[in-house]
């Protein structure tokens, strides 16, 4: 057996709310295979984006230990673990820095988790390789190399936000409902691109969608969080096999 | 013409405050009012070194340092402290009060019969006045040079970015808390350095010559985007500084219209107000137009270099 790229080891957190504690995160338990492309659905509250917030960094987790290749970084800082993880966030604003062109923000992309030095950027040297890199998807983003991303469209936004989290190839890319703030056209487009991309470049991926279609059509396993705690976990075969219609039963369950 | 002299070259002086204020205003939009306590302990340091006989050259540098260490303080409370950076300002701001007292053990110390930069061989056979120019100008070019040069390696982009978008330059793996405590004490060691060379320049420091500080740095940087619009980087940084030439020429003319010296503050202020309604007023009335038209033939070198 390979060595799972990702481990989560009983990982609970505890909020404490007017005195009643509260496990947003139920003794998770979680491995993910190298080159695993793992779909998350779940409810509002059901602890997904608490799930990502725990494997980034943003938030240390009350107990349990989470293993990334083997080693143990549950003490790491955000900062740090962005060498081996990188994040695609739902909102476009977060993703990119908005007063800094489409160029700055790859190049800043293409140090992540390296030290930053007194050295220059050398924008214009890199420039061609950018280009290249972002002509990949075909939205418009290469033509607006220098404009600041404040004045991006929320696609094309999204859009460079994946680019950056894929250019200095991460070991984990955490997908948080990427394309929800598009459109249907825009939201579909990105989708097959970032297929396309996880595919080609091998990468191991966990993505949340609330777009069951999504969930059922990409990826080669899918988790269902309810409740802090994994619900159900179905790999490829089960997968296939799920509709459309046990996905809407579920849920209508779990609110119920 | 002298006076006029005179209201470029404390401009230009004043011109690096402003491009310390710029760095933690705008860059990392930090309401930091250090600077109030970090430009008078720039002065304090640069006049007591040079009254111990100091070169006034190592003094003016010692007022950068001090400067930042000012700067250190306040980073070191908000970053490590979790102390709101407003307040962490405050804090350091009056500490340094105190502190300049302990440096220049009361509360003026003049600098007459000392040598400073103002004061050699070389500006001494300049009109009067001119020698504040072109002390001014050669510390501009060299701020100038260092800081655009610094914004453009990859450590000054991450520095950038921790102002633009912080939780996506955590995630890049920026050491945000560092950035903010880089930021802080260049931005203040800039602004001790505009208090030294303004200390030395008027001959004199004063515990409260950082009182209104703020006002006068903050006005340079808006007025130079109010002037001048849209720029890149480093054309903000030049913009700051005729900002603050264009600050000291309006309160030149308005003391020259008859108002009393105590006014200064009062009037300081109210300049800076209206600045800062511009961006309102503009929608309104779209005065930006005849304020373009009112102020760029003054300044024909830079509409040469645009």
């Known amino acids: 057996m390979t060595q799972a790229m990702l481990q989560l080891n009983d990982v609970t957190v505890t909020v404490t709310n007017g005195g009643q504690s509260l496990n947003i995160l139920n003794h998770i338990n979680l491995s993910v295979n190298p080159g695993d492309f793992i779909t998350i659905l779940g409810t509002n509250g059901a602890g997904k984006s608490t799930l990502f917030n725990v494997i980034s960094g943003n938030l240390t987790p009350t107990a349990g230990q989470i293993l990334l290749d083997g080693k143990d970084i549950t003490k790491f800082s955000e900062e740090k673990r962005a060498r081996y993880i990188s994040r695609v966030f739902q909102d476009p604003k977060l993703g990119t820095a908005p007063r800094m062109t489409v160029g700055e923000n790859m190049l800043l992309a293409e140090k992540r988790g390296q030290r930053r030095t007194l050295g220059l950027r050398h924008l214009r040297q890199k420039k061609p390789q950018l280009l290249k890199e972002l002509g990949l998807f075909d939205n418009g983003l290469a033509d607006r190399f220098d404009t600041p991303t404040g004045d991006l469209s929320g696609g094309q936004r999204q859009a460079l936000s994946l680019m950056m989290a894929i250019s200095a190839k991460p070991e984990l890319l955490l997908l948080d409902e990427h394309t929800a703030a598009l459109d249907p056209k825009t939201s579909n487009q990105l989708m097959a691109f970032t297929h396309q991309i996880i595919s080609e470049r091998n990468l191991t991926c966990l993505m949340i969608t609330h777009h069951l279609d999504d969930a059922l059509k990409y990826g080669n396993r899918l988790i269902v969080l309810n409740d802090g705690a994994i619900e159900g976990d179905y790999d490829t075969a089960a997968k296939a096999a799920l509709s459309k219609d046990d996905m809407l039963q579920f849920f209508d369950s779990a609110i119920a | ?306």
């Open chain 2, 1 to 306: 013409m002298n006076l006029l002299t005179s209201a470029i070259g404390q401009g230009m002086l004043y011109g690096i405050t402003g491009i310390g204020l710029f760095l933690s205003f705008r860059i990392l939009r930090f309401p930091d009012m250090t600077i109030e306590g970090s430009f008078p302990v720039g002065a304090a340091v640069c006049v007591t070194c040079i009254t111990n006989g100091m070169s006034p050259f190592l003094a003016t540098l010692l007022a950068f340092v001090a400067g930042g260490l000012a700067g250190l303080a306040t980073g070191v409370l908000y970053t490590k402290g979790k102390i709101p950076v407003l307040l962490a300002g405050i804090l350091v701001m009056t500490a340094a009060y105190s502190v300049n007292l302990r440096i220049m053990g009361k509360s003026n110390v003049s600098l007459l019969n000392t040598k400073t930069l103002f004061a050699n061989k070389f500006v001494n056979s300049l009109p009067p006045y001119f020698n504040s120019v072109i002390i001014g100008l050669i510390v501009v070019i060299i701020t100038f040079v260092v800081l655009n040069y610094f914004l453009q390696t990859n450590l000054g982009q991450a520095f950038i970015a921790t102002g633009d978008n912080e939780a996506m330059s955590k995630s890049q793996g920026i050491k945000t808390d560092t950035m903010k405590i880089i930021g802080l004490v260049v931005s203040n060691g800039f602004v001790g350095l505009s208090g030294g060379l303004v200390a030395q320049n008027d001959g004199y420091a004063d515990v409260n010559m950082g009182l209104g500080v703020i006002v006068i740095g903050l006005a340079a940087v808006v007025i130079g985007e109010v002037v001048y619009g849209n720029l890149t980087m480093g054309q903000r940084l030049i913009a700051v500084i005729f900002g603050s030439i264009i600050y000291r020429i309006v309160i030149l003319f308005v003391l020259q219209l008859g108002f009393n010296t105590n006014d200064l503050k009062l009037i300081s202020a109210i300049v800076l107000a209206i600045c800062l309604m511009l961006p309102a007023l503009r929608d309104k009335f779209q005065i930006q137009k005849v304020i373009e038209k009112g102020v760029k033939p003054n300044d024909t070198s830079h509409a040469a270099t645009k």
